[in-house]
C-alpha cells in the first residue's frame, strides 16, 4: 500500500484534458514539492514535472502540475496517443526520511 | 550526456545474497545525490535507498538492515550490496540520480532485474 494515493486508472479522448491527484499528508505532500514520472511499458520512468512545476528540458508545457494542502495534481492538455502510460507521483517524506511514491495511475487515450 | 548502466541482477535463492553495480557516465558519482528505486513485477515504484554527496545514507525501511549502498568514486559506480534477500524482494531495480529540493530523479537506468525463488 504506497503512502501517496492515486487513482488506478484515467482515460480520456485525444485533444482533451486529463487531471491525475496524488494525495497524502503534512508529512510529505503538504511540506514538499511532488515530482510526477511518466513510464511507458517496458522502459524506466522519465521526469516530468519537480520542484513546483518546473518541467527538464524536452518536457512539453501540455504537462503541468498543481498543489493544495496535502494534495496534487497532474494536469495532461492536447491529449496525445503517445501520452498512453502509467504515471506516477513522487516527493519528500519527513516523517518516514525518505522518497515516497504513489501507486500509479495508468493513462488510457481513448 | 549521462548514463545510468545498471548489472548484477539475476536468479537468486531466498536468503541468499546479491550486489548490484551501476555505472555512471557524464557525472560523477561522489558529487551526485544516487538512489535505488525498485519496482516488483507489475507493480508501483519503491524507493529503496539514496546516498547523499557528504555519504550520508538512508533506506527503506523495508530494507534496513539487510541492503546497503555504497559507491566507488575510483569506478565512478553506485552499488547495492543485497543480503538475506526475500521473495518480495523480487523487482527490477533502477538506479537514479537525484535532484531539485526533495528528491526527484532526472536520470535512471534501464534496471536490472533481480528474481528470489528457490
Known amino acids: 500500500q504506497s503512502v501517496l494515493t492515486q487513482p488506478p486508472s484515467v482515460s480520456a479522448a485525444p485533444g482533451q484534458k486529463v487531471t491525475i491527484s496524488c494525495s497524502g499528508s503534512?508529512?510529505?505532500?503538504?511540506?514538499?514539492?511532488v515530482s510526477w514520472y511518466q513510464q511507458l511499458p517496458g522502459t524506466a520512468p522519465k521526469l516530468l514535472i519537480y520542484?513546483?512545476?518546473k518541467r527538464p528540458s524536452g518536457i512539453p508545457d501540455r504537462f503541468s502540475d498543481s498543489k493544495s494542502g496535502t494534495s496534487a495534481t497532474l494536469d495532461i492538455t492536447g491529449l496525445q496517443t503517445a501520452d498512453e502510460a502509467d504515471y506516477y507521483c513522487g516527493t519528500w517524506d519527513s516523517t518516514l526520511s525518505g522518497v515516497v511514491f504513489g501507486g500509479g495511475t495508468k493513462l488510457t487515450v481513448l | 550526456e549521462v548514463h545510468l548502466v545498471e548489472s548484477g541482477g539475476g536468479l537468486i535463492q531466498p536468503g541468499g545474497s546479491l550486489r548490484l553495480s551501476c555505472a555512471a557516465s557524464g557525472i560523477t558519482v561522489r558529487n551526485s545525490y544516487l538512489s535505488w528505486v525498485r519496482q516488483a513485477p507489475g507493480k508501483g515504484l519503491e524507493w529503496v535507498s539514496l546516498?547523499?554527496?557528504?555519504?550520508?545514507?538512508l533506506y527503506s525501511e523495508s530494507v534496513r538492515g539487510r541492503f546497503s549502498i555504497s559507491r566507488d568514486n575510483s569506478k565512478n559506480t553506485l552499488n547495492l550490496q543485497m543480503n538475506s534477500l526475500r521473495a518480495e524482494d523480487t523487482a527490477v531495480y533502477y538506479c537514479?540520480?537525484?535532484?531539485?529540493?526533495?528528491?526527484?530523479?532526472?536520470?535512471w537506468g534501464q534496471g536490472t532485474l533481480v528474481t528470489v525463488s528457490s
Open positions: 520542484d513546483n512545476n
Open positions: 546516498i547523499y554527496t557528504d555519504g550520508s545514507i
Open positions: 503534512s508529512s510529505n505532500i503538504g511540506n514538499h514539492y
Open positions: 537514479a540520480r537525484g535532484t531539485g529540493i526533495n528528491w526527484s530523479f532526472d536520470y
